[in-house]
């Protein structure tokens, strides 16, 4: 893995992007993958500095984790709702 500097030479910033992406992948899982993915990819360029990878690539996992288990909970309560409905459950009687 090599640090590519910016092309004018100038040293690379550091970002709370990484951290942020770890945070919001608890918050707002879809942020959080989106934002990792963001600093890896500036990281990658040599925009902003390595040493938060870690932190970036934990936000990336998390985020996209969640995400998922996320969508199978609305999915299953949409199932549990439609079946509860269709078996003929009535909240008025």
């Not at 919001?24 to 938060?52: C, R, S, Y």
Request: hydrophobic residues 55%; aromatic residues 10%; glycine residues 8%.
């Amino acid at each position: 893995m090599s640090n590519v500097t910016p092309q004018n030479n100038q040293p690379a910033s550091d970002s709370a992007l990484p951290v942020l992406s770890l945070v919001f992948a608890f918050l707002i899982p879809i942020a959080g993958a989106i934002m990792g993915h963001i600093a890896l990819g500036q990281m990658n360029k040599g925009q902003i500095v390595e040493t938060n990878r870690s932190l970036a690539k934990a936000g990336v996992i998390l985020g996209w984790i969640f995400t998922g288990l996320t969508v199978l909970a609305i999915a299953f309560y949409a199932v549990l709702i439609v079946w509860i409905f269709e078996s003929g459950y009535d909240p008025y009687m």
